[in-house]
């Protein structure tokens, strides 16, 4: 993986070949292409790729507000990361191999309440 460098850089995404020019974080990157796999995947695999797939489908629509408030990042885990672990380990209601996000633990924003800001006190003479 490398970073491209340059003014018209954000503008080239694709394939030329075996090399994919995509974006991480924000940042544009070249890349070899992944080689694609040639044996079945395990129960196990297909069982987490479900897992993850409940879990994106979920969070796509909400994805603005979880940027923004979805707690505080850590290093280079960004909050739509640390989104997606959590509802991987505690977010998940799994029945026999039916998957669904379990209502009772949806959280969409995670941190502290912001105090009052710019409040002003008057006094009231009743009457």
Do not use: C, H
């Not at 505080?72 to 029945?95: C, D, F, H, W």
């Not at 191999?97 to 006190?121: C, F, H, M, W």
Request: glycine residues 8%; aromatic residues 8%; positive net charge.
């Amino acid at each position: 993986m490398a970073r491209i460098e340059g003014k018209k850089a954000e503008n080239i995404k694709g394939l030329v070949g075996q090399v994919v020019f995509t974006e991480w974080k924000g940042i544009p990157i070249v890349k070899s292409k992944p080689k694609t796999q040639k044996k079945p995947r395990t129960e196990k695999q297909l069982f987490q790729q479900e897992k993850m797939r409940v879990v994106m489908q979920f969070i796509k629509p909400f994805k603005v507000l979880i940027d923004n408030y979805f707690g505080e990042p850590e290093g280079v885990k960004t909050r739509n990361n640390m989104a997606t672990s959590y509802y991987l380990q505690q977010g998940l209601l799994i029945e026999n191999q039916n998957i669904s996000i379990d209502t009772n633990k949806v959280i969409l924003t995670k941190g502290g309440l912001r105090g009052i800001e710019e409040a002003t006190l008057k006094k009231v003479n009743p009457e």
